[in-house]
């Protein structure tokens, strides 16, 4: 048995596809929903942990990727640098997991390495460089 933590993000003309139950029908796989998100323009995105024996999971990796969804493993760690943050919040609505939150009452940005899973899809966003990939 093979285990597989992954993003997901599906461009919006597959985002009404029942991608999840083609996976388990067709590929004998098991998908645990760690988070799912729509976002406003309809592109979607799942956190999932993929299990299954390692030949049905590389099909079933080779059909997402055929439907052209994104497909990011998550494998390495996130460091927050508190003292380069300067809690502009640009990296925040592309948290799957809120493990970057805001609080509305002091307006400071914190991270919550529990909640992390190392999806990476904060670091691009952050124009002060305060997320880091620790490998
Ligand atoms: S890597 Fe960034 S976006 Fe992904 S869960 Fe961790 S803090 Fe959130
Ligand atoms: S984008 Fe960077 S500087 Fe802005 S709140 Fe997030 S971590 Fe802090």
């Avoid at 596809?17 to 004998?28: G, H």
């Avoid at 990011?72 to 809690?87: A, G, M």
Wanted: hydrophobic share 40%; proline share 5%; glycine share 2%.
């Amino acid at each position: 048995m093979t285990k597989k933590r992954v993003v997901l993000t599906f461009p919006h003309e597959i985002v009404s596809q029942p991608v999840v139950y083609y996976l388990v029908k067709d590929y004998n796989l098991m998908i645990n929903i760690l988070r799912a998100r729509v976002t406003p323009q309809e592109q979607g995105r799942l956190v999932v942990e993929i299990s299954g024996k390692k030949k049905e999971l590389e099909a079933g990796m080779n059909y997402l990727a055929e439907l052209n969804i994104d497909i990011q493993s998550l494998t390495r760690d996130i460091k927050w640098h508190e003292n380069k943050c300067v809690h502009c919040t640009a990296c925040i609505p592309h948290c799957p997991t809120d493990a970057i939150s805001l609080d509305r009452d002091t307006m400071k940005v914190s991270f919550d390495k529990q909640k992390c899973i190392a999806c990476e899809l904060c670091i691009p966003t952050c124009p002060y460089q305060a997320i880091e990939i620790v490998i």
